[in-house]
T-cell receptor, first 112, second 111 residues
């Protein structure tokens, strides 16, 4: 039972354009959502998060949007840069639970 | 130096062998986790520990065991390795209130 789903295994975007990565979840008890970025041969690194009391959180080129009614979140990267090429994981945490549930990941490729 | 260190980084072992993956952290976090990454399946939780005396099973604990030797050390063991345990393994730490911090991973191949 995949509670957090990233339905696009891969995404290719031209440098300078916007990258939009999507994530859906099924558990309405999730109250905190995170995005991680992973380069080959490295562990995932935290990118940005959002609490369920917000619908948007922005950090530089990265913005996460949360639509609770649709149980959907998205990560926008503007403008996309070659160094953004990586696998992106979305993750969610249920209130009171100290563990994260991860999606399958989306491989983002930024083309020059 | 990495805050979360995993050893070994790569390991090839034979079916039926016992193997231990080690994780140590300098972040001072109480919570430690072991995840496994497989293509198309993302990161799945194997075991987690909130302190030295607290060990909890994750969603895929069968075939694995763990030991929390100290606040800073959390080991994952495969008592009798099998080929479908071939994967990338990650250790992570957190305070619980914030994001988790991951080690660089151990690539395990069981032949």
């Amino acid at each position: 039972d995949q509670q957090v789903k990233q339905n696009s295994p891969s995404l290719s975007v031209q440098e300078g354009r916007i990258s939009i990565l999507n994530c859906d979840y099924t558990n309405s008890m999730f109250d905190y959502f995170l995005w991680y970025k992973k380069y080959p041969a490295e562990g995932p690194t935290f990118l940005i998060s959002i609490s369920s009391i917000k619908d948007k959180n922005e950090d530089g080129r990265f913005t996460v949007f949360l639509n609770k009614s649709a149980k959907h979140l998205s990560l926008h990267i503007v403008p996309s840069q070659p160094g953004d090429s990586a696998v992106y994981f979305c993750a969610a945490r249920r209130w009171g639970a100290q563990k994260l549930v991860f999606g399958q990941g989306t491989r983002l490729t930024i083309n020059p | 130096d990495a805050d979360v260190t995993q050893t070994p980084r790569n390991r090839i072992t034979k079916t039926g062998k016992r193997i231990m993956l080690e994780c140590s952290q300098t972040k001072g976090h109480d919570r430690m986790y072991w995840y496994r990454q497989d293509p198309g399946l993302g990161l799945r939780l194997i075991y987690y520990s909130f302190d030295v005396k607290d060990i909890n099973k994750g969603e895929i604990s069968d075939g694995y065991s763990v030991s929390r030797q100290a606040q800073a050390k959390f080991s994952l063991s495969l008592e009798s390795a099998i080929p479908n345990q071939t994967a990338l393994y990650f250790c992570a730490t957190s305070t619980g209130a914030t994001e988790a911090f991951f080690g660089q991973g151990t690539r395990l191949t069981v032949v």
